[in-house]
T-cell receptor, first 115, second 116 residues
Framework: GAVVSQHPSRVICKSGTSVKIECRSL??????MFWYRQFPKQSLMLMAT?????????EQGVEKDKFLINHASLTLSTLTVTSAHPEDSSFYIC???????????FGSGTRLTVV | AQKITQTQPGMFVQEKEAVTLDCTYD???????LFWYKQPSSGEMIFLIY??????QNATEGRYSLNFQKARKSANLVISASQLGDSAMYFC?????????????FGKGTRLSVIA
């Protein structure tokens, strides 16, 4: 089946530094990638939608200059959290559209802790 | 706009019993898909079951079945013969099927705890 590999699974970084999260589609071409954020004991909230070769579309309230999304190829989308602060600590997970009735496959998620 | 409502923050069930997790939805789209995902403590999202808005029969996948009541806009998940490994967060989600690349919209989730 379609697999999205997400790395790193866990990262701790210092306040003010940047962190890059990668999502790779291993056996299919992901023209669209969705990025979600999940705070503890809460639901998945859509942050942005990225389409290969074009600028990402951000949801209301999500700072595009802080959460940089790049989708330069059909198999790789990245989310960079710039100048991270403790309030950015969260679980980030990507999801790609696949060509099946079920529609989506998810990465395994990245737990970001900013200290 | 689409909206998913899960009113049960937490549920307990005895091992080997059946449990129903509630989900209601709201949409103006005539064609939509309903999904259930399981999220264990590791965080991964595990797809469980799918129901299309035009499907005549309720979906079933092993121990999972979806009680789809279109007029009531409900899509409850039924887990039969609960196992300890079923303890996890469960999310109901939906998306519009007419638009090509729309994201899933999630409910707040229900935490299921299976008791031995």
């Amino acid at each position: 089946g379609a697999v999205v590999s997400q790395h790193p699974s866990r990262v701790i970084c210092k306040s003010g530094t940047s962190v890059k999260i990668e999502c790779r589609s291993l056996d299919f071409q992901a023209t669209t990638m969705f990025w979600y954020r999940q705070f503890p004991k809460q639901s998945l909230m859509l942050m942005a939608t990225s389409n290969e070769g074009s600028k990402a579309t951000y949801e209301q309230g999500v700072e595009k200059d802080k959460f940089l999304i790049n989708h330069a190829s059909l198999t790789l989308s990245t989310l960079t959290v710039t100048s991270a602060h403790p309030e950015d600590s969260s679980f980030y997970i990507c999801s790609a559209r696949v060509d099946s009735i079920y529609g989506y496959t998810f990465g395994s998620g990245t737990r970001l802790t900013v200290v | 706009a689409q909206k998913i409502t899960q009113t049960q923050p937490g549920m307990f069930v005895q091992e080997k019993e059946a449990v129903t997790l509630d989900c209601t939805y709201d949409t103006s789209d005539p064609s939509y898909g309903l999904f259930w995902y399981k999220q264990p403590s590791s965080g991964e999202m595990i797809f469980l079951i799918y129901q299309g808005s035009y499907d005549q029969q309720n979906a079933t996948e092993g121990r999972y079945s979806l009680n789809f009541q279109k007029a009531r806009k409900s899509a409850n998940l039924v887990i039969s013969a609960s196992q300890l490994g079923d303890s996890a967060m469960y999310f109901c989600a939906m998306r519009d099927l007419n638009s090509g690349n729309t994201p899933l919209v999630f409910g707040k989730g229900t935490r299921l705890s299976v008791i031995a």
